[in-house]
């Protein structure tokens, strides 16, 4: 149960400072009160330089996207800030609040990282009697592909199950449907939004089973004297980000929980649908999975 944030321009770097603002971003930052298990980010540029092997080591992969995890809350990590003042033409940001009684390891922080994509999920796929999927030995996925995300958690396994179709030969938008389509028929009540970038895309999706704030949410927000900010809890939101000149090249995807008003441009994005960008033009459209 978690907060995301992901961004994509055209092919211009910006800060999320500068995406949301200094308000908004201390804002977000300040959500980690609650959603306080870690947090982390994966930004994605070119590489200053190319890798190379003048110091005896083999050259340095050209994945162009740089990760960082960490246990500690985002409001007492020291790194948030310089994080977020970087410039980069698209980003991810992840702040945790572990679901199912999930360890709090490493392993488990995300972005989760693999094949070139980084990937967030905020939701507990579990069943009517509350098992998490982590604990259904029966369910086929390859635990290849779960080991290769790095983590032990319920959104591992959603993203071996998207990395599972584009081996099938999906792109990267409809292997994310494909994968929520799969999960549904076990867990329907689920929630699914997530969001997921490579070198040249960027995917977020709200896809939720049920409307509403989920109870222990709104306890664990009302405990910290923030129930009003659990609202919509759900719900993912959208706006265009812009370059210098003020114009639109790109879109900055959101939870809740932070300033987003309509007149800065923040829209709903419905339920079961998605918004597709490239990080390279900043194009963005919605589709229906």
Same mark, same amino acid.
């Given at each position: ?14 800060? #999320?400072?500068?995406? =949301? ?8 930052? !300040? %959500? &980690?009160? @609650? /959603? +306080? ?64 009684? #999930?360890?709090?390891? =490493? ?8 094949? !070139? %994509? &980084?990937? @967030? /999920? +905020? ?167």
């Amino acid at each position: 149960m978690c907060r995301l944030l992901g961004y994509a321009t055209a092919s211009f770097n910006t800060s #999320l400072q500068e995406v =949301l603002g200094l308000e908004a971003t201390a804002q977000y930052r !300040g %959500l &980690s009160e @609650i /959603h +306080n298990d870690g947090w982390g980010a994966a930004l994605v540029n070119e590489p200053d330089q190319p890798g190379n092997t003048y110091d005896g080591g083999e050259p340095t992969p050209e994945t162009g996207m740089a990760i960082y995890r960490n246990t500690v809350a985002a409001r007492f990590d020291s790194l948030f800030d310089d994080l977020a003042s970087i410039r980069a033409r698209g980003a991810l940001w992840h702040l945790r609040l572990a679901s199912s009684h #999930l360890p709090l390891i =490493l392993e488990n922080q995300q972005p989760f990282y693999a094949s !070139g %994509l &980084s990937f @967030i /999920h +905020n939701g507990d796929i579990s069943d009517a009697n509350g098992v998490n999927i982590v604990h259904n030995r029966d369910y086929p996925i390859s635990h290849n592909l779960v080991e290769a995300t790095g983590g032990r958690s319920d959104s591992a396994i959603f993203f071996a199950i998207v990395l599972e179709y584009l081996g099938f030969g999906f792109e990267l938008p409809e292997s994310v449907a494909q994968a929520v389509r799969e999960l549904r028929c076990a867990y329907p009540l689920s929630s699914y939004n997530c969001m997921v970038q490579s070198k040249d895309q960027f995917v977020a999706l709200h896809a939720c089973g049920r409307d509403g704030t989920p109870a222990r949410v709104q306890q664990v927000y009302d405990h910290y004297g923030r129930g009003a900010d659990a609202k919509d809890y759900r719900m993912l939101r959208y706006r265009g980000v812009k370059d210098d000149e003020g114009n639109v090249h790109g879109v900055v995807v959101a939870s809740t929980g932070f300033g987003q008003p309509a007149a800065d441009g923040w829209k709903d994005l419905p339920n079961n649908q998605m918004i597709i960008a490239s990080n390279r033009t900043g194009e963005f459209r919605i589709a229906k999975i």
